[in-house]
């Protein structure tokens, strides 16, 4: 039997015969792009559009180099030092298979962290032309409500005050800029890759807000200077589990301390707008077309929207799973249902898209067997989610008098999962989200006051002054904290 090989670049040659790996040079690659937040989903995307690229011959001037910005980033710092930056995709198909790949498109990675100066130095270097990002929607420091920008973040202080040692990313930002500046270098493109609508416009926004404290002369320079696409994009990249770290060792012989695994669907719309140059992305399937928004929107109330009412609805229910819930029939009409009755209407024609297959498709990617997409990875973080994916529909539909009784009935369910804690069981839920505290305050207060959980501004903006919703809400309260029995009141509705 032949025995695993550890993934690193002098190994390459003995992991071909296992998969496929880079057929480029990584040594001689030049640094075009510096990617803050290297979690699986920019492995599984960016990455991945940028390895096929290097595949095909071209794109030697856009090695990435990856930042982590986050204490929690050490161990994929140490692990990428140990495999030289290297790493296996694992593509899952429904039908069972698994494509793995070796992916080489990030050379180096840095933490900002520890050593913040590399960093800054790294970004200021005259070779990157891209600053991209994947965040998170709960990393852009806004009010999501209402969009500000919050000064009153601890971190945030701090980088006002500390222009050369950053810890946030406006505070990298800023400063690389200044070098650039005055280095007399060209700025480069930020590339917001995160789910939040006009993603590029809210960062060059929250940007500028932020320069504008810190280093007043630099703003109008930024704001002349840097451009942000906004972008729309899609792949379903679950959290690795031990068991594909296994199943790659044991299946293909490889060690990886940390593959990345994912649906085989893939999606990247982009505008046009990179003021110091870009990788020809279209070559291997990029879209750039003069306005994401309405991708962007349909993508956010449909695919991520539908995400978090399978995710709160299914974790209440006790299904560990995106597939397990759409192996259970309510669960997929209920879906269906806010599909097409709360969710399609208010994104209007969309040009060269049929909604109708759009939403056929993305049933079925939920539904693929193989992706065990995990029920806690989509609740993490809704109260930065929650507000962009289903809040703003709620919203779009009460100006409307469009139906809002699925999406209510979610956040309704959203309230008792953060009181609680526990699913109908009565087993314990772990809540990860930035503002598990005082959700679970606010929700807590439910049982004296029923609409306490949606009294908090910062989430729900003047819902709790809609009628219409907090009627419809109240009444889904009562039932949910009757017996948590949510699939009878899911079905009652259908
Ligand atoms: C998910 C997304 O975060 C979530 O709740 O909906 O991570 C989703 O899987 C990706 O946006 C797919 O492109």
Not at 74 to 93: E, M, P, V
Not at 186 to 196: E, M, Q, V, W
Not at 223 to 244: C, G, Q, Y
Not at 452 to 480: S, V
Request: net charge negative; proline share 5%; charged share 25%.
């Amino acid at each position: 039997m032949k025995k695993s090989i550890q993934l690193n670049q002098a190994n390459l040659q003995q992991v071909e015969s296992r998969m496929p790996v880079p057929n480029y040079s990584r040594a001689s690659d030049k640094i075009g792009i510096v990617h803050i937040g290297v979690g699986g989903f920019h492995r599984a995307h960016l990455a991945y559009y940028l390895h096929q690229l290097k595949n095909k011959g071209e794109a030697s001037a856009w090695g990435i180099c990856g930042i982590g910005l986050r204490e929690a980033d050490t161990k994929l710092h140490d692990i990428f030092k140990n495999q030289d930056h290297l790493y296996t995709l694992l593509i899952k198909h429904p039908d069972g298979k698994i494509k793995p790949e070796i992916i080489g498109s990030i050379v180096d990675f840095k933490m900002g962290v520890t050593d913040p100066e590399p960093v800054i130095a790294r970004m200021a270097h005259a070779d990157t032309r891209i600053v991209s990002l994947t965040i998170t929607e709960g990393g852009y420091n806004f009010n999501p409500a209402t969009g500000a920008f919050n000064f009153d973040n601890p971190e945030i202080q701090k980088d006002l005050l500390h222009p050369n040692s950053p810890i946030t990313v406006y505070g990298f930002l800023t400063e690389a800029l200044k070098r650039r500046r005055a280095a007399g270098l060209p700025a480069f493109t930020i590339l917001s890759c995160d789910n939040i609508e006009h993603n590029g416009d809210m960062v060059r926004k929250m940007l500028l807000t932020f320069a504008k404290e810190q280093n007043p002369s630099l703003t109008k320079w930024i704001s002349e200077e840097v451009s942000f696409p906004n972008s729309m994009v899609d792949r379903i990249t679950p959290a690795t589990t031990p068991a594909d770290i296994e199943t790659l060792e044991q299946n293909f012989e490889v060690t990886d301390a940390w593959p990345v695994t994912c649906e085989p669907f893939i999606q990247w719309v982009v505008e046009d707008e990179f003021i110091n140059g870009r990788p020809d992305f279209e070559k291997v399937g990029v879209q750039f077309v003069p306005d994401v928004g309405p991708y962007e929107k349909m993508k956010l109330r449909l695919l991520n929207a539908g995400h978090s009412v399978l995710g709160i609805l299914g974790a209440i229910h006790g299904h560990d799973t995106i597939n397990a819930c759409m192996g259970d029939e309510t669960f997929v009409s209920y879906l269906r249902a806010f599909l097409d009755q709360e969710a399609t209407l208010i994104l209007g024609n969309i040009e060269g898209i049929d909604l109708k297959d759009y939403k056929d498709s993305l049933l079925e990617r939920f539904a693929n067997p193989n992706i065990k997409d995990s029920v806690s990875r989509i609740c993490s973080e809704s109260s930065a989610k929650l507000p962009k994916f289903l809040i703003a529909t709620l919203h779009d539909n009460l100006a409307i008098e469009g139906s809002i009784k699925f999406a209510t009935l979610v956040i309704a369910a959203w309230c008792y999962y953060s009181d609680k804690g526990m699913d109908r069981h009565g087993h314990p839920i772990e809540i990860s989200d930035a503002m598990s505290t005082e959700l679970h305050q606010a929700a807590k207060q439910t049982i004296s006051d029923p609409l306490a959980f949606i009294r908090q501004e910062d989430l729900f903006g003047n819902l709790i002054k809609k009628e219409r919703f907090t009627k419809l809400y109240a009444k889904a309260i009562q039932k949910i904290y009757r017996d948590a029995n949510i699939k009878e009141y899911m079905k009652e509705m259908i």
